[in-house]
């Protein structure tokens, strides 16, 4: 790895590097931003011989995915096997000067924005301390375009200007063009270090995620290959019903995405391995772990009946899940790996496996899920044992976004929840299922009711206490009334009242305490019946 090189770089030098595709901007970066104001500021100041900061270009081989146009410009492509630069810290300046250099007309909130409009102000002297760039010329204000004072000759400007204008032109000229631009040439680095290197120096705070780099790094315009677009697909196709949207798991995340990659090629989700991956067998493994991607959703969709990705306990299951089916060649698991993965899954949610290390503990399941495809049950260390009991689960407070809750939850949407109102099955949907007071869930023994009681809010937002509704319409009518009272009404409404709590784990309304208002018993009694079917998922009969 060759230190970093210094270089400075005229204005013509800098942008036949940028016409000829030898210098580029990647995709990482963020869009061009900078409004007419500013870079009519930057033309100023080089004018006037200010520093204006370095470039930091990073010289490869390796082909990202890149900027292909700057408003009405098209940008070359670089012949195979050739080096290119990308810029790391200066794209505002650098697309600024672009347009100023070749005129361009630039799109930006609907408006169009033309660059030949910079203009220096020729009723100032060069040696004023005035700003004298203008960005909106006007014919009662002497000015020459930047663009045309950039791309023409002195001659040009004869006849149109006289001998005063004319040597003030002379010099913006001499100073625009001889102007040395201070950069810095990291050469052949790493793409990890390079990206690092984008991060630190990054003004705006942006640090690059995973995901952008390995984006960048796979890109490969002959394979028309694009994870970025490969990843949208996946989540919504709007040429197709065959995505993730459709499926209801629209926010698995793009990192559980590279996870499944890396998994599938190296059994080895950290970071750095990741990072190593070689582009063509990323290429090559994609359509496969895609497809396991589905069989892994469909899997939790029709096994689990957890029907929206907000109940997955952790979207990092389906990084072992996926890994099964690449390694099962698509087929389904017989009765005994069926049994078993149950088995790894509501350990993984109920332990809360995920909450931390994920990278080292996913290393650790692989393994499992390779016993499991050789019908071996895997082994679960004494440290790692669930211990649950009534009492942990009644205390359990709720939250939407605990592994441990989303499990339980998970376990109530297996059961296939009816409607309080009307036996209906309960949709559920994943911008309903955010927060704790979304749409779907519902405390059976009602919060307001409960602080009436002298309850505390610790004891009222038990995950026991959680029901999954369909609507408002059954939190509207509920209130704060007693179960008694609000089910009574429902049972007026609904002849199959009894078939609807059993899909909400309330197996009988007399021995649930719910026809004498009696919580403590409630909570006793619908704990004990999620306990038993907890245990049965830890401990099948094999």
């Known amino acids: 790895m060759q230190l970093p090189e210094n270089q400075n770089k005229k204005y013509d030098h800098l942008f036949t590097e ?50 292909k146009n700057i408003g009405n410009a098209e940008l070359p492509e670089k012949r195979s096997g050739e080096s290119v630069s990308y810029v790391l ?24 924005v033309d660059y030949k409009d910079i203009s220096i102000d020729l009723s100032f002297d060069p040696d004023d301390d005035e700003q004298v760039i203008i960005t909106d010329p006007s014919e009662d204000i002497r000015s020459v375009s930047v663009f045309k004072l950039l791309n023409g000759s002195l001659t040009d400007f ?43 120096i990054n003004t705006g705070g942006m640090e690059l995620t995973l995901f952008e780099i390995m984006v960048a790094k796979t890109y490969d315009q002959d394979k028309d290959f694009d994870l970025a677009v490969e990843y949208d697909l996946l989540i919504d196709d709007p040429n197709s019903e065959n995505d993730l ?85 698509g087929k389904p698991p ?80 297996y059961h296939l929840p009816k409607s309080f109102a009307d036996n209906s099955l309960v949709r559920l949907d994943n911008s309903w299922l955010k927060v704790a007071f979304s749409k779907n869930y519902h405390h059976f023994f009602p ?37 008694s009272t609000y089910m009574d009404t429902f049972k007026k409404r609904n002849d199959q009242l009894d078939k609807t709590m059993r899909s909400h784990l309330i197996d009988n309304l007399d021995g649930f305490g719910i026809w004498d208002d009696n919580y403590k018993v409630f909570l006793q009694k619908r704990g004990k019946k999620i306990l038993r079917l907890l245990e049965a998922r830890l401990h099948p009969r094999l």
């Not at 003030?168 to 690092?196: H, V």
Request: some cysteine; glycine content about 4%; proline content about 3%.
């Open 245 to 329: 949207h459709h499926a209801g798991y629209d926010t698995i995340p793009s990192s559980t995405m590279l996870q499944c990659l890396a998994a599938s090629l190296i059994k080895d989700i950290r970071r750095k391995s990741i990072l190593k991956l070689e582009k063509a067998k990323v290429i090559e493994a994609w359509p496969k772990v895609k497809d396991a991607i589905f069989h892994a959703v469909d899997y939790c969709r029709n096994q689990y009946r957890i029907p929206v990705s907000r109940l997955l306990p952790y979207a990092a299951l389906l990084v072992p899940l996926s890994y099964f089916f690449i390694k099962n060649n």
């Open 447 to 483: 919060k307001a009711y409960l602080r009436k009681e002298g309850f505390y809010d610790y004891e009222i937002n038990s995950i026991v206490n959680i029901t999954i509704v369909d609507d408002y319409l059954n939190k509207r009518e509920i209130g704060a009334k007693s179960p």
């Open 18 to 67: 940028i016409d000829t595709g030898y210098i580029k901007i990647p995709k990482f970066q963020r869009e061009f931003v900078w409004n007419k104001n500013q870079t009519g500021r930057l033309i100023d100041s080089i004018i006037k011989g200010f520093p204006i900061g370095t470039f930091i270009f990073w010289k490869t081989r390796d082909e990202l995915r890149h900027i």
């Open 334 to 413: 017989n009765t005994l790996q069926k049994k078993l993965l149950r088995q790894y899954f509501w350990w993984a949610s109920l332990s809360r496996r995920f909450s931390s290390a994920v990278e080292g503990k996913i290393a650790q399941d692989l393994k499992r899920i390779d016993k499991i495809l050789n019908n071996k049950p895997p082994t679960y260390k004494e440290e790692d044992q669930l211990k649950l009991t009534l009492d942990g689960l009644i205390n359990r407070t709720f939250s939407a976004g605990d592994a441990f809750c989303k499990a339980i939850l998970s376990l109530f949407s």
């Open 89 to 112: 810290d200066g794209q505002q300046r650098i697309t600024s000067l672009f347009a100023v250099k070749k005129g361009l007309i630039i799109t930006k909130e609907g408006k169009e």
């Open 158 to 200: 004869l006849g149109q200007y006289d001998n005063d204008d004319i040597k003030k032109i002379e010099t913006y000229q001499k100073r625009l063009t001889t102007y040395d631009f201070s950069t810095i040439l990291i050469n052949e680095y790493p793409i990890d270090i390079a990206c690092e290197i984008f991060t630190r």
